[in-house]
């Protein structure tokens, strides 16, 4: 590895900062611009799949590209990653119709799924393990960062520009990124023989993507017992078998499942399967608390996720600079202990708690995150040998947005479920107030248009169903606590770690 040439690396970095942001923003930057979109292409009961075809592509293609960069290199995956991104950015910007933008938007997420782990492979390529604790730090809280812009950009691009720009946005950007990359990263791979693992990869796709869309589905938008959730949830238990079955006699399996047996590696992915669940859950659900029980606005709701993206940034650099010196689960610990902190008061606080005692705990936990993930992240990929790093950063990669989807999907048919009985328990009917009065809660001005006594219960209702939700998430995140504990105390680094010679950035 080249410990030279630190322009070209930070070429490189630069690169890679800007194409992970472009991937992670596309799954908040859309949420301003849905009302707009349904109100010009239709199809209103279509609107979640522009979400969720990005991420389940992103979730599948993961793993794949993981095992392709390991194959081929990281240089040639990165590229093509960002071409099949940029082309769907293009074409969702020529969208006619909802069917033309899901599809187009699931095109994007394969690029994602591309992108995003090759992007952490190559930092672990280039730099150090000394270094890599503060770089990865740098990537990392490009997510948190992305979580607060995203909402931002769209509403801005959607007011001022067309929905159609915050999908044409990425394309200059995405150029750029890829020159970076394309011009300073030298990569030579020397010839292998192993082949890429395709029945792997097919019962792969089809069980998890079965999987995901049972999760995000069922009990929202078909009941639990229907003949399509029922079979689905049967090809995704069969096909899911069969992928076990496949990986334990193929020659170069897809995801490597002996990198379970590695102590570090085993835990670093279930916490953080735990800890994405969660992230996804409070950035989703604590704006819908703003502006449902105290009464906010969305900009208000909006500004609350900025000290959890401060937070981020800082943990992010933070756990870095100590993993070095504390050792890796100490480090963890730290930071499971601020998402803990952070989750748990939220569900102490009420309606009229001061708005500072929000900021406070939404810094802790964004803190928390910056710690984890980018802990969890060094972990997966230095626990492992140079030729495997991108099979186990992918993997790892894969497990953080299964995570989401889960959150995403069991947070939901969760809250829709507790709505659904206090508004049994708290007679909403017999009241007068139907579901579309409940559904328009968040509306602008709606309490405006509903008596007090109406609002009274429908804010009552909203309020203790996410009560149950956050005390759901206080409970993951104690789970997620305790399973890092598992972790040795220091990263053992194998012999073969670092990256051959010809893996370095261009010039030196």
Not at 56 to 61: E, K, P, Q
Not at 246 to 252: D, G, L, P, T
């Amino acid at each position: 590895m080249n410990t030279t040439g630190g322009l070209n690396r930070s070429f490189i970095l630069a690169g890679l900062l800007l194409a992970t942001f472009l991937s992670a923003i596309e799954g908040t930057v859309i949420g301003p611009a849905g009302p707009t979109i349904v109100s010009e292409l239709g199809s209103v009961q279509l609107l979640s799949w522009i979400f969720t075809a990005y991420l389940l592509t992103m979730a599948v293609s993961t793993p794949i590209f993981g095992k392709i960069s390991d194959l081929y290199g990281r240089k040639p995956v990165f590229l093509i990653g960002c071409a099949l991104f940029l082309l769907g950015s293009l074409l969702c910007c020529l969208s006619q119709n909802m069917e033309q933008l899901i599809i187009f938007r699931a095109i994007q997420g394969i690029g994602a799924g591309a992108v995003v782990p090759v992007t952490f492979t190559i930092i672990g390529d280039i730099y150090r393990l000394e270094e890599r604790g503060k770089i990865q730090g740098w990537i990392s809280s490009v997510w948190g960062i992305s979580s607060l812009a995203g909402p931002l950009l769209g509403g801005y691009f959607v007011d001022n520009l067309g929905w159609q720009w915050i999908f044409g946005f990425n394309l200059p950007f995405g150029l750029l990124a890829m020159w970076f990359v394309f011009r300073y990263l030298k990569e030579e791979m020397s010839p292998r023989t192993a082949k890429i693992d395709y029945l792997g990869a097919l019962t792969f796709t089809v069980g998890i993507t079965a999987l995901l869309f049972v999760l995000s589905a069922g009990g929202q938008y078909y009941a639990w017992s229907s003949p399509i959730i029922v079979g689905l949830s049967i090809v995704a238990i069969l096909f899911m078998i069969l992928f076990f079955v496949v990986e334990k006699r193929a020659q170069a399996p897809m995801v490597p499942l002996h990198l379970f047996r590695i102590r570090d590696i085993r835990v670093a992915n279930i916490a953080g399967l735990l800890t994405s669940t969660l992230m996804i859950g409070l950035t989703s659900y604590l704006p819908l608390w703003v502006q449902g029980v105290r009464g906010g606005n969305a900009t208000e709701s909006g500004l609350l996720l900025a000290p959890m993206s401060v937070g981020w940034l800082i943990g992010s650099v933070l756990a870095g600079r100590l993993l070095m010196k504390i050792g890796s689960r100490l480090t963890a610990v730290i930071g499971l202990t601020g998402i803990a902190i952070g989750s748990g008061g939220l569900f102490l606080v009420g309606g009229t708690s001061p708005q500072a005692v929000l900021f406070i705990l939404t810094f802790i936990y964004g803190l928390g995150f910056g710690f984890a993930f980018t802990i969890f992240t060094i972990i997966s990929q230095s626990s492992v040998g140079y030729k495997e790093r991108g099979s186990s950063t992918a993997l790892h990669t894969f497990m953080r947005t299964l995570g989401q989807t889960i959150g995403a999907a069991a947070f939901g048919t969760w809250l829709n479920y507790r709505i659904s009985t206090l508004s049994s328990e708290q007679h909403l009917a017999e009241a007068g107030i139907s579901d579309g009065d409940l559904n328009q809660l968040l509306a602008p001005h709606t309490d405006a248009a509903l008596s007090d006594d109406k609002w009274a219960l429908l804010r009552n209702v909203l309020e203790g169903s996410l009560h149950s939700l956050f005390v759901i998430m206080f409970v993951i995140a104690i789970i997620s606590w305790v399973t890092t504990l598992a972790l040795r105390k220091r990263l053992i680094v194998p012999e073969d770690a670092d990256a051959p010679p010809q893996a370095q950035a261009l010039g030196n």
